[in-house]
T-cell receptor, first 114, second 118 residues
Framework: SAVISQKPSRDICQRGTSLTIQCQVDSQVTMMFWYRQQPGQSLTLIATANQGSEATYESGFVIDKFPISRPNLTFSTLTVSNMSPEDSSIYLCSARLSRVETQYFGPGTRLLVL | AQKVTQAQTEISVVEKEDVTLDCVYETRDTTYYLFWYKQPPSGELVFLIR??????QNEISGRYSWNFQKSTSSFNFTITASQVVDSAVYFC???????????????FGKGTLLTVNP
């Protein structure tokens, strides 16, 4: 299994600012992902974080709004840029040891944008 | 395309009752993986079980059991003698291992909110 930590656990931000969320995995993983969970909703995949290259974004999500870095096999960051109240959500980091393994999730970052 | 349907939005039971959470999935691939996750009020997503498409054996873990039936594309989850601590949102999820752009991406159902009352 993989143990995943995220920082910060929660934040309250002002409209128009940006927040960077950090994700650390306790082992080297092949795949890392970022999800958004809006209040009362299911999880939506934002992007797959690729080590050493640009992230692969899902439909409806763009790099300018959600820039992602993954400098190595255990760490990734997600930035929520130019925030608006609609960005208020839980953001979850997720990782999988290999393509066919179980996917584990971090504790999430609860973001409130005023 | 792949899809996971959890038709039950909310279920409320009294402690010690048995409860079954339904999950129906759609995928064209023959190789796929099914999951159940629990999300308690704290928000963390807790992995419960993983099942691959070649293993139709049902599984029991304590009070939890899972029934996988490929013939009906269902992967249902039963909690026996429910407890208040079981109160959470439960998500069924799927990824498939075929070719194509969306393979290996975990697709979630909308979740079922289970409330166990004392």
């Amino acid at each position: 299994s993989a143990v995943i930590s995220q920082k910060p656990s929660r934040d309250i931000c002002q409209r128009g600012t940006s927040l960077t969320i950090q994700c650390q995995v306790d082992s080297q993983v092949t795949m890392m992902f970022w999800y958004r969970q809006q209040p009362g909703q299911s999880l939506t995949l934002i992007a797959t974080a690729n080590q050493g290259s640009e992230a692969t974004y899902e439909s409806g999500f763009v790099i300018d709004k959600f820039p992602i870095s993954r400098p190595n096999l255990t760490f990734s960051t997600l930035t929520v840029s130019n925030m608006s109240p609609e960005d208020s959500s839980i953001y979850l980091c997720s990782a999988r040891l290999s393509r066919v393994e179980t996917q584990y999730f971090g504790p999430g970052t609860r973001l409130l944008v005023l | 395309a792949q899809k996971v349907t959890q038709a039950q939005t909310e279920i409320s039971v009294v402690e010690k009752e048995d409860v079954t959470l339904d999950c129906v999935y759609e995928t064209r691939d023959t190789t796929y993986y099914l999951f159940w996750y629990k999300q308690p009020p704290s928000g963390e997503l807790v992995f419960l079980i993983r099942r691959n498409s070649f293993d139709e054996q049902n599984e029991i873990s304590g009070r939890y059991s899972w029934n996988f039936q490929k013939s009906t594309s269902s992967f249902n989850f039963t909690i026996t003698a429910s407890q208040v601590v079981d109160s959470a949102v439960y998500f069924c999820a799927l990824y498939f291992g075929g070719s194509g752009g969306s393979n290996y991406k975990l697709t979630f159902g909308k979740g079922t909110l289970l409330t166990v009352n004392p």
